[in-house]
């Protein structure tokens, strides 16, 4: 556990996200041999509110709400929206195109990973926008299924990267590489973000307990029935669950039955994901495709 005692100095220098979350403090580098408390002073920055952070990112120790100073974790986290919004995701965006797009020209499954992408920025910013505006309660869930979605492009990738794997001296495998890491820290980064202000803020805020946080469990993949790859074919193609009930003569209630399954065996919850599931499985053709 670090104390205010402690030089922010050692705490830098040892773990990996002191960095970042200096930062968004609002601290500078540079700090000598002072302590985290002298440090924290110096920049007018609450320091057991400095100090909730870092241990519970590092140890993931649980706070006491009534040692947070509100403004200042408020400060933390719209500076860590900033960070996501300005830098990470478009740098991350950028890095996608160059590791992804070249890797064949010919299919489409390098678009629909990154329009996989576009959609996780775009829930990213509504819910930024929410936390903004203090609406925690009516988006409760909104951060799991974020997280998830940026889960589901890393898999895609994992899964259904088109072609062969270049060579391994190529630079477009230290591409794929760097941006593979770069998915993965991002994953973990905004989980921990929201988890901040699920288990800190809002505590802090109503002077609740702090919950501890579940563990993302990854599903199990399971294969899809007849009637389930059925549908699947349907919504590749555009089709709105009452059509597709149309066409397949069963309910609409059923349709949409067999999309949740869908979305449950595959982990895959985004159109442009099944999309490219189902051309990799070749349950399309991807000439007919728009």
Not at 138 to 152: F, G, S
Not at 203 to 211: G, I, M, S, V, Y
Not at 241 to 266: F, G, M, W, Y
Not at 267 to 272: C, K, Q, V, Y
Request: include cysteine.
């Amino acid at each position: 556990m670090y104390k205010a005692s402690h030089k922010m100095c050692d705490l830098i220098a040892h773990e990996e996200d002191a960095i970042q979350i200096i930062s968004r403090f609002g601290l500078e580098m540079g700090v000598g041999e002072q302590t985290i408390e002298q440090v924290c002073e110096a920049y007018h920055v609450h320091t057991s509110t400095f100090l909730a952070i870092v241990n519970y990112k590092v140890f993931h120790k649980q706070v006491i709400p009534n040692d947070i100073d509100i403004p200042t974790l408020q400060r933390y986290l719209s500076n860590a929206h900033s960070y996501f919004l300005e830098f990470r995701l478009p740098r991350l965006r950028r890095a996608l195109i160059e590791a992804i797009i070249p890797a064949d020209p010919t299919t489409k499954i390098p678009g629909l990973i990154l329009r996989c992408y576009d959609e996780f920025v775009e829930e990213i910013r509504t819910h930024i926008a929410h936390e903004n505006e203090g609406l925690f309660d009516e988006h409760e869930h909104d951060d799991q299924r974020i997280t998830d979605k940026l889960t589901e492009i890393k898999n895609l990738i994992i899964k259904y990267y088109p072609g062969a794997l270049p060579n391994p001296q190529s630079p477009i495998t230290y591409l794929l590489i760097s941006v593979m890491s770069d998915l993965w820290h991002t994953e973990q980064d905004f989980a921990d973000h929201c988890a901040i202000e699920d288990d800190i803020l809002r505590p802090a805020l109503t002077q609740e307990k702090p919950h501890t946080r579940r563990r993302h469990q990854l599903p199990e993949t399971e294969e899809l029935s007849e009637r389930e790859q059925d549908v699947l074919v349907q919504v590749v193609h555009g089709l709105s669950n009452k059509e597709i009930a149309d066409v397949l003569c069963i309910s609409t209630h059923t349709v949409i039955s067999h999309r949740k399954n869908i979305a449950r065996k595959l982990n895959i919850h985004s159109t442009a994901g099944l999309t490219i599931y189902a051309i990799v499985n070749k349950l399309v053709d991807i000439n007919t495709l728009e």
